[in-house]
Nanobody, 124 residues
Framework: VQLQASGGGSVQTGASLRLSCARS????????VAWFRRAQGKEREFVAG????????RYADSAKGRFTISRDSAKNTVELQLNSLKPEDTAIYYC??????????????????WGQGTQVTVSS
């Protein structure tokens, strides 16, 4: 399954970005979709995830209150709205998907499909 992440960029502290994860060819039906990020020199970490129905979402503590994950069924994408960005949010952001999950996995081994990543850089 091919996932395409887009929407990254270079912004200043306090700015916003909207990341988008698209799946080529097929819908996200019955998939849990999540965003992870990897900062330079650090391990990849879970940011936010959403179930197919959109009824269940999970956020890392660092994302709560600032980031919002959502589905756009019409565009067949999963979006991650990043608000109040901080320099420590600088990382490559990856979207990931897995089919048939009961909940939203928060570890990367819980996902089978990955996108190529999009760079987010926040300067002070």
């Amino acid at each position: 399954v091919q996932l395409q992440a887009s929407g990254g960029g270079s912004v200043q502290t306090g700015a916003s970005l909207r990341l988008s994860c698209a799946r080529s060819g097929r819908s996200f039906s019955n998939y849990a979709v999540a965003w992870f990020r990897r900062a330079q020199g650090k391990e990849r970490e879970f940011v936010a995830g959403i179930l197919n129905s959109g009824a269940s979402t999970r956020y890392a503590d660092s994302a709560k209150g600032r980031f919002t994950i959502s589905r756009d069924s019409a565009k067949n994408t999963v979006e991650l709205q990043l608000n109040s960005l901080k320099p420590e949010d600088t990382a490559i952001y990856y979207c990931a998907a897995t089919r048939g999950s009961v909940g939203v996995p928060t570890i990367d081994t819980g996902y089978t499909d990955w996108g190529q990543g999009t760079q987010v850089t926040v300067s002070s």
